[in-house]
């Protein structure tokens, strides 16, 4: 069959949790820069198809190709680690330490940043021939959603900030389904459908995803965007990276895991003998 019970995936889910926590450094760090780099292409291109055509919903449902490529070239998301690492301390895997964990995700984070920030300035640079003109429609647009999706948040304070926060949790509660989407199916078709659904979707909601923040907003304020890094950290990534990791961890990593992995006692079914 090319369909996984649950039962089957969540195993597969902790094993590759407990593979990322000894990967290599060098391993690690290259394919954190990968997936950050082709998710930023990726957010490019979606915010491109949605200023050419009017039509964000084209550019939401295009948007996941990128989620797709990188997740079956095996790199890594900050987003998709976040939910995996943990479920192998979790089943008490030997060796597996926090302090595992939170290497894993401290290089995840620093790959994801640089390949997104590589795109960044790659972008910039074709936007405005080399810094000499101003950025086109798409360059533009870049830089106010910098703006609107920072300083917009700001102006509502605390409130703001936990509404950033919750648009993160919700942001990982789809984007780690689509990460176990790829492991329900054992066929890359299959993997991709399953992918696809869940990242259409944060992506058309306006949720917030740290890895593509890494992308936007520093692409923003090199395009002229008026807001600062401090803006970006504080207003944004801070929140959307803690939001997250509570958003896919407890929306998907642990009832997955509670419920198919270390699952509650079952009330025996006493039969009558006739």
């Known amino acids: ?16 949790g407990e593979s990322k926590i ?3 450094t060098r391993d690690t760090l290259i394919r954190a820069f990968m997936a950050g780099a082709i998710l930023a292409l990726a957010a490019v291109f979606a ?9 964000f919903l084209a550019g939401a449902m ?25 479920l192998a301390l979790l089943d008490k895997r030997p060796g597996v330490t926090l302090a595992g964990v939170l290497r894993n995700w401290g290089l995840v984070f620093v790959g994801n940043f640089a390949g997104a920030l590589l795109v960044a300035g790659m972008m910039a640079f074709i936007f405005t021939y080399g810094f000499e003109i101003e950025p086109g429609a798409v360059g533009q647009k870049i830089a106010t959603i ?19 926060f919750i648009r993160g949790m919700l942001c990982n509660w789809m984007v780690s389904m689509g990460v176990v989407g790829a492991m329900i199916s054992t066929t890359v078709s299959g993997k991709v459908i399953a992918m696809w659904m869940p990242i259409m979707v944060f992506f058309y909601m306006g949720f ?7 992308f936007l907003f520093p692409s923003g304020i090199i395009m002229g965007g008026n807001f600062s890094m401090m803006d970006y950290l504080i207003w944004n990534e801070i929140p959307t990276v803690l939001g997250n990791l509570v958003g896919g961890l407890a ?24």
């Open 47 to 55: 915010i491109s198809i949605a200023v050419q055509t009017g039509s």
């Open 1 to 16: 069959m090319s369909y996984l019970v649950p039962s089957e995936f969540v195993t597969k889910m902790v094993d590759a």
């Open 22 to 24: 000894f990967m290599s």
């Open 146 to 164: 910098g703006e609107s999706r920072t300083l917009g948040y700001a102006e509502y304070g605390l409130a703001g900030w936990f509404t950033i």
């Open 208 to 214: 917030e995803h740290s890895v593509v923040n890494m």
């Open 62 to 86: 295009l948007f996941p190709v990128g989620f797709c490529m990188l997740y079956l070239m095996g790199f890594d998301l900050l987003t998709g680690v976040f939910v995996l690492a943990p």
């Open 251 to 274: 929306f998907t990593g642990l009832t997955l895991y509670t419920t198919h992995v270390k699952t509650g006692a079952k009330r025996a079914v006493l039969k009558k003998v006739a």
